[in-house]
């Protein structure tokens, strides 16, 4: 029988070239991404930006593009197979560009480093055409006791 890991993993695989609506994350169903590509270590998802995501002047909210960086990196931790939950101790991201209602960006993570207890893990949000670069960001995660499975 598979792990429940390996469910999540497939179950986003499955997902390719769609949006996601199978995911045990409430969060990423908000978010509503489009799996673009899926690897051991590294996630591309596409958004589109809709008018709850954005701020005061229009524009793609610097907290929605910190929980897109937060969802994604959980995304990827997952795809590396690990019995455990990371938690997330810390996100350090750079602001770049705007995007606006409409507009379709894409992000992407790739594992750096992973440790036994602690894995980094870099972001970055691209608009569609990937020649404007909206974010980049880098997030270290804390392996927790709690199993995937829920054991």
Do not use: C
Not at 38 to 45: L, V
Not at 47 to 53: A, G, K
Not at 132 to 148: E, W
């Amino acid at each position: 029988m598979k792990n429940d890991t390996t469910q999540i993993r497939q179950g986003l695989i499955d997902q390719l070239g769609k949006t996601v609506t199978n995911s045990p994350s409430a969060f990423m169903l908000w978010l509503a991404p489009i799996v673009r590509d899926i690897e051991h270590g590294s996630i591309t998802f596409e958004y589109t930006v809709r008018d709850e995501m954005t701020n005061p002047i229009g524009t793609l909210h610097g907290g929605v593009t910190a929980a897109i960086m937060d969802d994604m990196i959980g995304a990827t931790i997952i795809s590396l197979g690990r019995e455990y939950f990371y938690t997330t101790i810390n996100n350090i991201i750079d602001y770049f560009s705007t995007a606006k209602v409409g507009d379709v960006i894409t992000g992407k993570t790739t594992v750096i480093k992973a440790g036994r207890q602690i894995i980094n893990v870099q972001f970055e949000l691209w608009d569609l055409k990937k020649d404007r670069l909206l974010a980049r960001g880098y997030s270290n995660a804390l392996k927790t006791d709690h199993k995937i499975n829920g054991a």
